[in-house]
């Protein structure tokens, strides 16, 4: 059998018990013995009865899930949608855990999550084979995810690789939920072991390209960027974008901002992406999605529509290879929601070219995410922004 | 590399040593140093595998310090010996070094179970201890180029540069860490010291108040006194003095007493009183002057040292005594004496001559009247008994008061003393002892300077005490000259003394066989020695006991002036500081 999966939707929105037994018996008719469940829901869904459906179905098997603004399905995008995928297996392992009050004290959720190797019996295989699928609340605004990401990486070591994002509400910024099995979080992060015996496949890309000169963030506390080269963060920001700062409407800051966002080079010759979300007046700071450290050498990056489109399909290709041959069972995707907007009518392009990169028959679901997580060409686990994920599990 | 490629590397790399080198250089200490340097470097060069190893020059070994991409458990495990380890050479030759797809047992066991398709090793320097080596690890076919190589290379000297800043830190941390520990330890100190002088202070009043009390009670006792006392420092400045010596001096309780007045009111040509405390401070001598005249009042001045415990003189105590009363006193009972004893003499003369002539006219009448005989020698021997008694107390008022008259001549000794044993043979032999000289000790012995009556006496006294005291053997009498003075020994086979008697000889009343305390009247008046002493004293010798064994017997001796033409004059000053020194007895 090795490993087969299935996916399952439901848009109805009016009954979150049902819409999950809708969209689990609907991946439940293709395959049997699940060993893992991953679900994904937006905002319309009560979250404890969606997840009291679905596990009505599942009984006790693993589940793991949680909100989005969007969720992906195969090659569409569902502003309001739960969908769940359905993972049988003889010869997945799988292992599910959690870390809490990741506001209060990321590194120590980070190494709750270590929990989970104590919890299963890993063997000592090449970590292409070891992936640590993880969720993590991204709507703090002061949650350091990186930080979890870190001390996670710590408990593992190499032999495992990293796949995820951020999950978010539909842009209020306010709350967004993590869900394993039937327990439903808030400030938290839930996680999947997943050993194969052959390798999976993880790639992500973004697609943006730095411009101009660099500069120096001289001033910032996790998220929020305070100076650059000396100066008031906006105001740099802005005048050097040649945009008046009196004039500017800043209540179209993100949608603006979001073509424009600032880059950190790697050793590697990669940027990290960092995705500008809000701005104050009062302070001159900048807000960004994920964290930027202090003394970070940053440069503006630019892109288009096309580039964005060519990264996911490097990123598919790649994870793709990554199976090393192996057809895959099923495609996870964390796309980054500012890609979402950007693309707009294009965003489901984006999906259909990953899908095709894949195999048309592999079934695929994700989420519009508020950061990714992954190791990108090996390394430690990078929190990434304005960037495509996605994640191949072998047959 | 195409140019903007090329330029984007060199971003990067200034962007990496900016940002590493910017938070190598807040950190303080080494830990989170090596910690910022390794995930950094994973993180920016894609390394999945990055452990910072520390070579131990002391003990030979290697010890993971940071790392990421290990567990916890497996950077706990990751040591070795240095010696033959790939961080050792690595270290010694100083350079990087590149490995791909490295051979099994190159690395460290602990990592064995990767897949490790690349490795980077990058030597740290240190000025502490024997270095780092940081080992890169990548798991996926990414080689290490060059330009990781360089870039690594020059983070790895930052870290070098922050670690070595770290430990000097940490040292001057430590110096300061230890002055302030010694400043706390002075703190401590000076608040011990306070703790310390404020417990003197209570000390101080407390021994202030202990000697105010002190005082007051010394002040209260020499006050009681009868006797005047000053006493003095060193300096003769005046410590204290007595109510009683302000009413000796006549002086009024108000008036401040010291050595200067004490002589201005005792000044006479008699002695020199300032002399005096000078000879005592310095000798430590006492000194007494037994008779000053101070109007009509007769003072006794005495002296002694005032000493510490190590017997440092450290002052004088000056005691004056008004014996006025005592002096009028013993001059009345001297004079009762004589008065009394040459009252009684006349009439005893009397009865010892009439019946001495009674025994002698009426002697045949007597043999035939037994009972009468023995009443009349009973009378005449008390008779003779109560005139030597008599004649003892006129011999020691004379002396006493320097009346008794001395005739001095050359006189034979060895004639005095064979009239003596001659004329005592008879009582010796009613007791069945011996009285021998030892004649050749008397053979040409040259005449003394005395008294012939005088020094007769002394004789007769010494025989006779030995004879009193001696039921077995008897006494021999030896002579030898010594220097200007004859020694007469007279040696007794009697009972000898204890110590205690010993100590009890020569004073006046006081018989060789008594206690201090009680006598016997039946021996005598107990002025036979104190006599012959005062004589012998006046004659220009000395008497005293040579020796005395309890049961074995005893052995008295006296000297006396060989007869020469400076005699005279050594006899009258000798005998004037004999008497002087007799009568302070």
Request: glycine share 8%; with cysteine.
């Amino acid at each position: 059998m090795a490993t087969t999966a299935a996916i399952g939707l439901s848009q109805h929105v009016g009954d979150s018990y049902q819409a999950g037994i809708e969209a689990t018996h609907t991946a439940m008719e293709k395959i049997a013995n699940p060993v893992l469940a991953i679900v994904f829901m937006t905002e319309q869904y009560e979250e404890q009865a969606a997840t009291s459906g679905i596990r009505s179905l599942l009984g006790d098997t693993p589940l793991i899930g949680c909100t989005a603004p969007s969720l992906i399905f195969n090659n569409k995008i569902y502003a309001d949608g739960l969908g769940v995928a359905i993972i049988a297996s003889d010869t997945l392992k799988v292992t599910v855990g959690l870390g809490e009050n990741m506001s209060q004290d990321a590194v120590a959720t980070g190494k709750s999550l270590g929990s989970l190797l104590t919890a299963s019996t890993v063997p000592k295989v090449h970590p292409k084979n070891q992936v640590l699928l993880l969720f993590a609340d991204a709507s703090m605004t002061k949650g350091v995810v990186s930080d979890t990401l870190t001390e996670a990486f710590h408990e593992f070591g190499s032999f495992f690789r990293f796949f995820g994002g951020g999950s978010a509400d539909n842009l209020h910024f306010k709350k967004s939920f993590q869900i394993i099995n039937q327990k439903i979080l808030t400030d938290a992060a839930v996680a999947a072991l997943i050993v194969s015996e052959t390798p999976q496949g993880i790639s992500l890309m973004h697609g943006w390209e730095a411009t101009g000169q660099a500069f120096v963030v001289t001033k910032a506390e996790g998220k929020v960027v305070k100076e650059i080269d000396g100066e008031p963060a906006l105001n740099f920001y802005m005048n050097h974008l040649d945009k008046d700062t009196q004039q500017f409407d800043y209540s179209q800051f993100y949608a603006f901002a979001s073509g424009h966002p600032l880059g950190i080079p790697m050793g590697t010759g990669e940027y990290v992406v960092r995705d500008p979300l809000s701005a104050s007046l009062e302070d001159q700071s900048i807000t960004f999605v994920s964290e930027i450290p202090e003394n970070s050498i940053v440069r503006i990056m630019t892109g288009s529509k096309e580039s964005l489109l060519s990264a996911s399909v490097s990123a598919a290709n790649e994870a793709k290879a990554g199976l090393e041959g192996k057809p895959a069972a099923l495609t996870l995707v964390a796309d980054c929601v500012s890609r979402l907007l950007y693309l707009d009518d294009q965003a489901e392009t984006e999906l259909t070219n990953i899908r095709s990169s894949i195999g048309e028959d592999v079934p695929m679901i994700g989420f519009f995410s508020f950061g990714e997580f992954g190791i990108e060409g090996g390394g430690p686990p990078a929190l990434y922004n304005k960037t495509c994920g996605v994640y191949v599990i072998p047959q | 590399m195409p140019t903007d490629i090329a330029l984007e590397a060199s971003l990067a790399s200034v962007s990496i040593l900016y940002q590493i080198s910017s938070e190598l250089s807040q950190v303080e200490d080494k830990a989170t140093a090596c910690t910022i340097f390794v995930e950094s470097i994973c993180r920016n060069f894609s390394i999945d595998l990055g452990i910072l190893v520390e070579l131990d020059g002391a003990d030979g070994s290697y010890q993971a310090i940071a790392g990421l991409g290990l567990t916890k458990e497996e950077m706990n495990q990751f040591s070795g010996k240095v010696a033959g380890s790939v961080f050792d050479k690595t270290l010694q030759e100083a350079r990087p070094v590149r490995l791909a797809s490295p051979k099994a047992g190159i690395l460290p066991e602990i990592i064995s179970h990767f897949s490790i398709q690349s490795v980077l090793l990058m030597p740290i320097a240190s000025k502490q201890g024997s270095g780092y080596v940081l080992l890169c690890c990548r798991l996926y076919d990414k080689e290490f180029l060059f330009a990781d190589e360089r870039v690594i290379g020059i983070l790895a000297t930052k870290l070098s540069s922050t670690l070595d800043t770290i430990v000097s830190q940490d040292n001057l941390a430590y110096a300061e860490q230890k002055l302030q520990d010694q400043v706390l330890e002075v703190q401590k100190l000076n608040l011990a010291l306070a703790d310390e002088k404020a417990d003197v202070e209570r000390q101080v009043v407390e021994r202030t108040q202990q000697l105010f009390e002190e005082h007051v009670r010394f002040q209260s006792s020499i006050d009681s006194l009868d006797v005047g006392l000053l006493m003095t420092f060193k300096d003769s400045q005046t410590i204290s003095h007595n109510a009683a010596l302000s009413k000796i001096l006549g002086l009024s309780n108000t008036v401040k007493i010291d050595v200067a007045l004490l002589e201005e009111k005792l000044l006479t040509s008699s002695f020199d009183l300032m002399k005096a405390i000078e000879n005592c401070q310095t000798t430590g001598e006492l000194f007494n002057i037994s008779e000053v005249d101070y109007g009509d009042h007769i003072l006794s001045v005495f002296g002694a040292p005032v000493r510490t415990q190590d017997h440092n003189i450290i002052g004088t105590v000056i005691l004056i005594e008004d014996i006025t009363e005592a002096k009028i006193m013993a001059r009345s009972k001297d004079e009762f004496f004589s008065i009394a004893s040459h009252e009684l003499r006349t009439p005893l003369t009397s009865i010892r001559g009439n019946s001495s002539m009674i025994l002698d006219y009426y002697k045949d009448l007597l043999i035939k009247d037994t009972p009468l005989k023995e009443m009349v020698e009973d009378v005449y021997g008390s008779a003779v008994r109560l005139i030597e008694i008599v004649n003892d107390f006129l011999d020691l008022s004379r002396l006493e008061q320097g009346k008794m008259v001395f005739t001095y001549s050359p006189v034979s000794l060895q004639t005095v003393i064979e009239s003596v044993v001659q004329e005592m043979q008879v009582v010796f032999r009613d007791k069945n002892l011996y009285l021998k000289m030892d004649d050749p000790t008397f053979d040409s012995l040259p005449k003394v300077w005395a008294d012939e009556d005088r020094l007769k006496q002394v004789v007769y006294n010494l025989i006779g005490n030995a004879a009193k005291f001696t039921d077995n053997g008897g006494i021999t009498l030896k002579a030898q000259v010594m220097g200007t003075l004859i020694k007469v020994l007279v040696i007794d086979t009697g009972r000898g003394m204890t110590p205690e008697s010993q100590q009890l000889l020569f004073r006046k009343f006081q018989q060789a066989s008594s206690s201090l305390l009680t006598r016997d009247s039946t021996r005598g008046t107990g002025l036979g020695l104190y006599i012959s002493k005062m004589m012998v004293a006046s004659m220009g010798g000395t008497i005293a006991l040579e020796e005395s064994t309890e049961d074995q017997g005893s052995v008295f001796s006296f000297t006396i002036p060989i007869a020469t033409a400076e005699t005279p004059a050594i006899i009258v000053h000798q005998s004037t500081k004999h008497m002087a020194h007799l009568s302070r007895r």
